[in-house]
């Protein structure tokens, strides 16, 4: 189906297809040599090349097929840690990504007003002109804070992170705190470490997923390592207030109260120290606290728990022995988005010391390897100057245990709005979709009203890039290269396995262009894309070309042994229980109740949640996932719909403090009678996306602003709301 469908929107294109022109024309010349020689390419270039995907953050390995100058399907490389051969639905579908044809493939500059949408086509020349202009100017009369800059995690963000510290500001917005601060800060205060990696060994018996979404919200090796664990029986404990693939695929479906996942938690703790089910010894070596933590947790017992979590304390007890008694072979999941409620962070130091307590430490979880770039080189660069002002969102005098370099970026956007402690002038974005992904829409547009320029790069006019004064069209990727992925001892390429579409740039490239336009080019010493990755490859003794050939080379095998590691990177050494770091900032040094706040009479919890053929608010736009998305719908109890006289497929209005939406209904007994559940990344305010406009409504126009003090992670599920017929 792919391979037909893509060739009827390549006749479309116009394309010409004969064999001699493909290689030069359309591919690029020194990947196609490459190819060529090894046998992969024939005659014709028709073959395969390796490569990336990018319709995630896993960057899965790919194998592109190409014929007649296009791809025409892409799958997994065996070869790659991530993706084992396979790619999802999302990564299969990534050609209709690059021929999309709301690709935006030249510059812009906004020529009516901020929204309506009215652009026209510019030279490179004359966006990164205006460009580099107003962000000298805003630098010139505010200071260089006045410019903010935001980004989610991509391979270029290294050079874009080189260009916001090279021009001298604090103001960086990312994802995190939208969506993991809360599970990293939690790690970071216990363990001293971001996320400790998972083991799913063949001895793992017991999994407590709290909101992990595994078969949903993807990541594509832990998906299949769960997969394989539960077809070898392993027990899986899934909490979620809603019936999802994973809760389908779980030993046990607990539909706990949102936002009582702490109490469930403590619970465990608490049985699990008053039957004295715990490592005795693993808690005396490794770990500090453990007499703080047991006074703390003494009351919180089953029972207690079992009114607020609405979970039977026979359930609990029972789940808390049988984790016990399966340890060290047991695994209790952080979760991954785990900005649920502003007490998300304390549930986060429950589920890692229940690890700890147990001594699951090397057994289901270790050190993360993470993405180490140690081995490779990088462009030589003069030091940064030192950003003298304070970040627009008050990290760390605000939040004092919150990573300085990653920020708050909700409250970044409320401070822009209230121009508290300073007006930021200035909003370069790139890769990112703000405008859907902050909570409050409303509250983001208005942050932009107070700008006097803003700049986005993406593939598409996305929402944030239709509220743009100009965009920059980065090429998508397969049309470019970016900086090399380490994953373990191996480092993966992404290379271009076509020519760029139009004038589409690389990320490396436009930031580059601007760099040198701010005068801040001794950052940004590298010729080209395919420069900068020599560069990189440099000590590791390999070339650009003996690397393309599968798309990766292995790093040089470290002489010694590597020993399991019981040293953690805390104030004490220790796993840290009571934490006095957190302590000494007023926050509780063991983990403690903090009661969320509950719906009015009337009102939903409005849940929000990841679906397995769509990325955040990024890919509601192609047309092959389009085909497997269903309509999105707001999910309701069938028992509420009844008494309400409400039926499937009925138009409702759902309302919150902040928004109105309309949206049809999806009666369903999977899910409490306390909340509703709205699909994310619906709803786009861009006609620029002609396929995913008008479609589904948007979680975002509705959630209300609330953030957790300790870990400034966004709490979603918070956002209560009313919903009666439209
Ligand atoms: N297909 C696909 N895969 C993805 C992504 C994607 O967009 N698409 N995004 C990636 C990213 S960036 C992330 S962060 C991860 C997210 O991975 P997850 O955190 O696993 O996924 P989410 O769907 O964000 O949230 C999981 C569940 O939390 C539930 N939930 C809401 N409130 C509560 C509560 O109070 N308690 C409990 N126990 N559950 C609650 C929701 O119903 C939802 O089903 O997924 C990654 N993988
Ligand atoms: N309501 C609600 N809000 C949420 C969440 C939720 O589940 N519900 N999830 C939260 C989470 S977990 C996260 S991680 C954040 C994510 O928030 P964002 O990072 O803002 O969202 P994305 O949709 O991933 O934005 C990616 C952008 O990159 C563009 N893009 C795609 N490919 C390329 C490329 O090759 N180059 C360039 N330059 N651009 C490209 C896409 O068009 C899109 O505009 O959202 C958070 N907000
Ligand atoms: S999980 Fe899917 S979308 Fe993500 S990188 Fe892998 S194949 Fe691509
Ligand atoms: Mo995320």
Same mark, same amino acid.
């Given at each position: 189906m792919i391979d037909s469908f893509s060739r009827r929107s390549f006749l479309k294109m116009g394309a010409v297809t004969t064999g001699a022109l493909v290689v030069g024309e359309f591919l690029p010349p020194a990947v196609a040599q490459m190819a060529t020689e090894a046998g992969m390419l024939n005659a014709s270039g028709d073959g395969y090349i390796p490569s990336m995907c990018e319709m995630c953050v896993w960057r899965c390995g790919l194998i592109a097929k190409i014929k007649g100058g296009r791809v025409v399907k892409l799958d997994g490389n065996p070869e790659h840690p991530h993706s084992r051969g396979h790619l999802c639905v999302r990564g299969q579908s990534g050609l209709m990504n690059t021929y999309d044809p709301d690709r935006v493939l030249k510059p812009l500059i906004r020529v009516g007003k901020r929204g309506e949408g009215k652009f026209r086509e510019a030279s490179w020349d004359e966006a990164l002109d205006l460009t580099a202009g107003h962000m000298q100017r805003i630098k010139d009369t505010y200071g260089?804070? +006045?410019?903010?800059?935001?980004?989610?995690?991509?391979?270029? &963000?290294? &050079?874009?992170?080189?260009?916001?510290?090279?021009?001298?500001?604090?103001?960086?917005?990312? &994802?995190?705190?939208?969506?993991?601060?809360?599970?990293?800060?939690? $790690?970071?205060?216990?363990?001293?470490?971001?996320?400790?990696?998972?083991?799913?060994?063949?001895?793992? &018996?017991?999994?407590?997923?709290?909101?992990?979404?595994?078969?949903? +919200?993807?990541?594509?090796?832990?998906?299949?390592?769960?997969?394989?664990?539960?077809?070898?029986?392993?027990?899986?404990?899934?909490?979620?207030?809603?019936?999802?693939?994973?809760? +389908?695929? +779980?030993?046990?479906?607990?539909?706990?109260?949102?936002?009582?996942?702490?109490?469930?938690?403590?619970?465990?703790? $608490?049985?699990?120290?008053?039957?004295k089910l715990y490592n005795a010894s693993f808690v005396e070596d490794y770990t500090i606290g453990f007499d703080e933590l047991a006074q703390e947790v003494r009351d919180f017992t089953p029972e207690w728990a079992a009114s607020l979590t609405e979970i039977p304390a026979d359930t609990i007890r029972r789940i808390a022995q049988e984790f016990a008694a399966a340890a060290p072979h047991a695994l209790a999941h952080n979760g991954w988005r785990t900005s649920n409620f502003i007490n998300s962070f304390q549930t986060q130091r429950a589920i890692s010391i229940l690890n700890a307590l147990v001594g699951n430490w090397n057994v289901t979880m270790k050190a993360s390897a993470g993405e180490s770039s140690g081995a490779l080189g990088t462009p030589p660069q003069p030091p940064y100057p030192r950003a003298s002002a304070m970040r627009l969102d008050g990290v760390p005098y605000k939040y004092p245990v919150v990573p300085f370099k990653l920020g708050v970026f909700q409250e970044l956007r409320d401070n822009i709005v209230t121009g508290d402690p300073y007006q930021a002038h200035g909003w370069f974005i790139s890769r990112q979709n703000p405008v859907m992904s902050l909570p409050d829409r409303a509250k983001t547009l208005q942050a932009f009203e107070k700008m006097d320029f803003i700049a986005t790069v993406d593939i598409f006019l996305n929402d944030t890039a239709w509220f743009s004064d100009v965009v920059l069209p980065e090429t998508s990727y397969l049309e470019r290269y970016d900086p090399l992925l380490p994953v373990g001892n191996r480092v993966f390429l992404r290379q271009p396995v076509i020519e760029p579409q139009g004038d589409a740039k690389s990320a490396l490239w436009i930031y580059k262009q601007l760099g040198e336009r701010l005068g801040l080019e001794d950052y940004f010493q590298y010729t080209d894309e395919e420069d900068y990755i020599r560069q990189q490859l440099e000590p590791l003794g390999v070339t650009l070309d003996e690397i393309r050939m599968n798309g990766y080379v292995d790093l040089p095998e470290s002489e010694e042994e590597e020993e399991p590691s019981f040293a953690w990177n805390t104030p004490s050494g220790k796993i840290e229980l009571f934490s006095d770091t957190l302590d000494r900032v007023g926050f509780p040094g063991v983990p403690t109740w903090q009661a969320p706040p509950q719906p009015p009479q009337g009102q939903f919890y409005l849940l929000t949640g990841k679906v397995a053929q769509a990325t955040q608010f990024a890919t509601q736009n192609n047309q092959l996932l389009k085909k497997y998305s269903d309509e999105p719908r707001l999910w309701l109890n069938t028992t509420v719909a009844e008494d309400r006289g409400m039926e499937d497929g009925d138009w409702v209005e759902v309302t919150s403090q902040v928004g109105q939406v309309h949206i049809r209904l999806k009666v369903t007994q999977g899910i409490r009678p306390d909340c509703v559940y709205l699909t994310p990344g619906f709803g786009h305010l861009s006609k620029g996306l002609t396929a995913a406009y008008g479609v589904g409504a948007s979680d975002s126009a509705l959630h209300v602003t609330y953030t957790d003090p300790a870990s400034g992670s966004q709490a979603l599920s918070q956002t209560f709301v009313t919903v009666r017929k439209a």
């Amino acid at each position: 189906m792919i391979d037909s469908f893509s060739r009827r929107s390549f006749l479309k294109m116009g394309a010409v297809t004969t064999g001699a022109l493909v290689v030069g024309e359309f591919l690029p010349p020194a990947v196609a040599q490459m190819a060529t020689e090894a046998g992969m390419l024939n005659a014709s270039g028709d073959g395969y090349i390796p490569s990336m995907c990018e319709m995630c953050v896993w960057r899965c390995g790919l194998i592109a097929k190409i014929k007649g100058g296009r791809v025409v399907k892409l799958d997994g490389n065996p070869e790659h840690p991530h993706s084992r051969g396979h790619l999802c639905v999302r990564g299969q579908s990534g050609l209709m990504n690059t021929y999309d044809p709301d690709r935006v493939l030249k510059p812009l500059i906004r020529v009516g007003k901020r929204g309506e949408g009215k652009f026209r086509e510019a030279s490179w020349d004359e966006a990164l002109d205006l460009t580099a202009g107003h962000m000298q100017r805003i630098k010139d009369t505010y200071g260089p804070e +006045a410019m903010v800059f935001s980004s989610t995690h991509n391979l270029s &963000q290294v &050079q874009f992170e080189n260009l916001l510290y090279a021009f001298g500001s604090p103001n960086y917005g990312t &994802q995190r705190s939208l969506c993991f601060n809360a599970m990293i800060v939690a $790690n970071q205060m216990t363990y001293g470490m971001e996320e400790p990696e998972r083991i799913y060994d063949d001895q793992l &018996q017991y999994v407590i997923l709290t909101g992990r979404n595994l078969f949903e +919200a993807i990541s594509t090796s832990e998906t299949g390592d769960l997969s394989d664990a539960i077809s070898r029986g392993v027990k899986v404990v899934y909490l979620d207030p809603r019936f999802t693939k994973t809760a +389908a695929k +779980a030993s046990e479906w607990l539909a706990i109260k949102p936002g009582t996942d702490l109490a469930f938690h403590l619970a465990l703790l $608490n049985v699990i120290i008053d039957e004295k089910l715990y490592n005795a010894s693993f808690v005396e070596d490794y770990t500090i606290g453990f007499d703080e933590l047991a006074q703390e947790v003494r009351d919180f017992t089953p029972e207690w728990a079992a009114s607020l979590t609405e979970i039977p304390a026979d359930t609990i007890r029972r789940i808390a022995q049988e984790f016990a008694a399966a340890a060290p072979h047991a695994l209790a999941h952080n979760g991954w988005r785990t900005s649920n409620f502003i007490n998300s962070f304390q549930t986060q130091r429950a589920i890692s010391i229940l690890n700890a307590l147990v001594g699951n430490w090397n057994v289901t979880m270790k050190a993360s390897a993470g993405e180490s770039s140690g081995a490779l080189g990088t462009p030589p660069q003069p030091p940064y100057p030192r950003a003298s002002a304070m970040r627009l969102d008050g990290v760390p005098y605000k939040y004092p245990v919150v990573p300085f370099k990653l920020g708050v970026f909700q409250e970044l956007r409320d401070n822009i709005v209230t121009g508290d402690p300073y007006q930021a002038h200035g909003w370069f974005i790139s890769r990112q979709n703000p405008v859907m992904s902050l909570p409050d829409r409303a509250k983001t547009l208005q942050a932009f009203e107070k700008m006097d320029f803003i700049a986005t790069v993406d593939i598409f006019l996305n929402d944030t890039a239709w509220f743009s004064d100009v965009v920059l069209p980065e090429t998508s990727y397969l049309e470019r290269y970016d900086p090399l992925l380490p994953v373990g001892n191996r480092v993966f390429l992404r290379q271009p396995v076509i020519e760029p579409q139009g004038d589409a740039k690389s990320a490396l490239w436009i930031y580059k262009q601007l760099g040198e336009r701010l005068g801040l080019e001794d950052y940004f010493q590298y010729t080209d894309e395919e420069d900068y990755i020599r560069q990189q490859l440099e000590p590791l003794g390999v070339t650009l070309d003996e690397i393309r050939m599968n798309g990766y080379v292995d790093l040089p095998e470290s002489e010694e042994e590597e020993e399991p590691s019981f040293a953690w990177n805390t104030p004490s050494g220790k796993i840290e229980l009571f934490s006095d770091t957190l302590d000494r900032v007023g926050f509780p040094g063991v983990p403690t109740w903090q009661a969320p706040p509950q719906p009015p009479q009337g009102q939903f919890y409005l849940l929000t949640g990841k679906v397995a053929q769509a990325t955040q608010f990024a890919t509601q736009n192609n047309q092959l996932l389009k085909k497997y998305s269903d309509e999105p719908r707001l999910w309701l109890n069938t028992t509420v719909a009844e008494d309400r006289g409400m039926e499937d497929g009925d138009w409702v209005e759902v309302t919150s403090q902040v928004g109105q939406v309309h949206i049809r209904l999806k009666v369903t007994q999977g899910i409490r009678p306390d909340c509703v559940y709205l699909t994310p990344g619906f709803g786009h305010l861009s006609k620029g996306l002609t396929a995913a406009y008008g479609v589904g409504a948007s979680d975002s126009a509705l959630h209300v602003t609330y953030t957790d003090p300790a870990s400034g992670s966004q709490a979603l599920s918070q956002t209560f709301v009313t919903v009666r017929k439209a």
